[in-house]
């Protein structure tokens, strides 16, 4: 894909801070795509995974809120939103989701924010028991 637009960069980065953890927030990952005309944003916070003791390799998913009034006024105009609240099916990679669709600077964007990490990504974030510390291991 082409390098992104920095309107569209900075509307991803503001999308996050409508984000807000009920702990300390991990990684958050942006995918983007185009299709036709509409600018695809989905945004999904990083599960931790445990390395050491008896809990290794498990993963913990974030504790967030997301604030719809901050969400909505990114928009030039919102067209709509929803919330699914189940996956449509076992290939339904968004599972529970908020969904967006409106204008941004001239632009159709779609955004998304899952609830969770998609399987296909490994986490951004170990909890080392060990050294009692944490790596994010995600770029941001």
């Not at 105009?77 to 339904?92: C, T």
Request: charged letters at 20%; aromatic letters at 10%; one cysteine or more.
């Amino acid at each position: 894909m082409s390098k992104q637009p920095i309107w569209l960069k900075e509307f991803a980065n503001r999308a996050c801070a409508c984000l807000h953890a009920l702990e300390e927030m991990p990684p958050i990952g942006c995918h983007v795509a185009v299709e036709e005309a509409t600018w695809e944003v989905s945004l999904f916070v990083s599960s931790t995974e445990i390395v050491g003791g008896r809990h290794d390799g498990e993963r913990l998913a974030c504790l967030f809120v997301v604030d719809l009034a901050a969400l909505f006024q990114l928009f030039d105009m919102v067209e709509s939103a929803s919330w699914q609240p189940h996956p449509f099916n076992e290939q339904d990679e968004l599972r529970n989701h908020v969904s967006v669709e409106g204008y941004v600077e001239g632009h159709h964007v779609g955004l998304r924010i899952l609830a969770d990490l998609p399987d296909r990504f490994a986490p951004g974030r170990y909890l080392n028991l060990h050294d009692q510390n944490f790596l994010d291991t995600w770029l941001t």
